[in-house]
C-alpha cells in the first residue's frame, strides 16, 4: 500500500472554483483527481498546466448519476488512495419559485445535493479503511441568508449543510474531517455575463477561493476548521 498515489478528489473541476481549486493543488505539488462533465474542459486545464509543468489526473463524472460517481470511485481507486473529497459540482437557476420547471428543480437538486451525497458514499469506505480523510463541501452565502430566485440553490445547498453536519458528528471517530466552505458572490460562469460584467468589482475570485480551501486542508494536527464563511468585503450582491 506504500506505492498507492494518495490525493484529492475535485468534483466540478472544468470552471470556477473546482478548476481553480484543482489548478492550486497542482501548483503545491499534491495529485489531483480532477473530474467533470466536460471532459474537453479538463483536458484544456491541462493544456493550460502543461506551462507550468503540471498537470491533473482526468476522471470523468457526472454527480447527478449514482452509477457514474460509482465508477469514477472504483476507476479513482483501483490505483489511487482519495484523501480529500471537494464537493464543488453545482448548478443554478435563477429563477423565482413559481418559474421553475420540475426539471429544472430535480437537475439544481441531483447536482448539488444528491451528487455531493452520492460522492461522500462511495468514498467513505475508502477513508474509513485508509484511517481517516478530509471532505470539503462547496455551499454558498445562501444557508446564511435569504436570496429570492434561488430557492431550489438554497435547499440544495441547505440541504447539504444540514447531511455533513450531522455526518460530522458520526465520522469524527474515524478521523475524518468535514469542512463546509460558504462563499458569497465569487466571479464564475454560474453567473450571467451581464451580471459579471457589471458586477465583476465585487465580486471574490475563483483564485482567491481556491487559496482559502487549500489552507484549510494543509491544517495539521487535532485541528478542524468546521465552517468558513466568505464574503466580498462590499457585501453580498
Avoid at 499534491?30 to 479538463?42: G, I, K, M, Q
Avoid at 465585487?202 to 484549510?216: N, P
Wanted: aromatic residues 6%; charged residues 20%.
Amino acid at each position: 500500500m506504500t506505492d498507492v498515489k494518495q490525493g484529492i478528489w475535485i468534483t466540478g473541476a472544468s470552471s470556477g472554483i473546482g478548476r481553480a481549486t484543482a489548478t492550486e493543488f497542482a501548483r503545491i505539488g499534491a495529485n489531483v483527481f480532477a473530474s467533470a462533465r466536460r471532459v474537453t474542459e479538463l483536458e484544456r486545464l491541462n493544456s493550460e498546466l502543461q506551462n507550468e509543468k503540471l498537470s491533473v489526473e482526468i476522471f470523468p463524472c457526472n454527480v447527478a448519476s449514482s452509477a457514474n460517481v460509482d465508477q469514477a470511485v472504483k476507476k479513482i481507486t483501483a490505483s489511487h488512495q482519495i484523501n480529500c473529497l471537494i464537493n464543488n459540482a453545482g448548478i443554478t437557476s435563477f429563477k423565482e419559485a413559481e418559474a421553475n420547471s420540475v426539471q429544472e428543480i430535480t437537475d439544481i437538486i441531483n447536482t448539488n445535493l444528491l451528487g455531493a451525497i452520492y460522492s461522500i458514499k462511495y468514498v467513505l469506505p475508502h477513508m474509513i479503511e485508509h484511517g481517516g480523510g478530509t471532505i470539503i463541501n462547496i455551499l454558498s452565502v445562501v444557508t446564511k441568508k435569504i436570496f429570492t430566485s434561488s430557492s431550489a440553490y438554497a435547499a440544495s445547498k441547505m440541504g447539504l449543510k444540514g447531511y455533513t453536519e450531522s455526518l460530522r458528528e458520526e465520522v469524527r471517530k474515524y478521523n475524518i474531517k468535514v469542512i463546509n466552505i460558504i462563499p458569497g458572490a465569487t466571479e464564475t460562469t454560474m453567473w450571467s455575463p451581464e451580471i459579471r460584467k457589471e458586477n465583476a468589482d465585487k465580486m471574490m475570485t475563483s483564485e482567491d477561493i481556491a487559496r482559502l480551501i487549500v489552507w484549510a486542508y494543509l491544517q495539521k494536527g487535532n485541528m478542524v476548521t468546521e465552517e468558513i464563511l466568505i464574503r466580498p468585503v462590499t457585501g453580498d450582491l
